[in-house]
């Protein structure tokens, strides 16, 4: 069976973006995941905020990892 740990949001106040807050707080949810040994990591978001999408893909596409065999 698949194991996922789901993010439901995530957001960084504007006061406090561009400091690598929201990079962090990703990277501890995977670590997390892989401690876990959850095969995958989900979040959704809104494609009509121009920012979420680059931000996922610059800081999440190399944090992808494969399950244990």
Known sequence: ????????????DSRWQRRGIGKALLQKVIMQAKQLNCDHVTLTTF??????????IKNCASQLFRPKS
Do not use: C, H, P
Not at 1 to 12: F, G, K, Y
Not at 47 to 56: E, K, L, M, P, Y
């Open 47 to 56: 494609r009509d905020v121009a920012w979420n999408g680059a931000f996922i």
């Open 1 to 12: 069976m698949d194991q996922a740990l789901r993010i439901w949001e995530l957001s960084v």
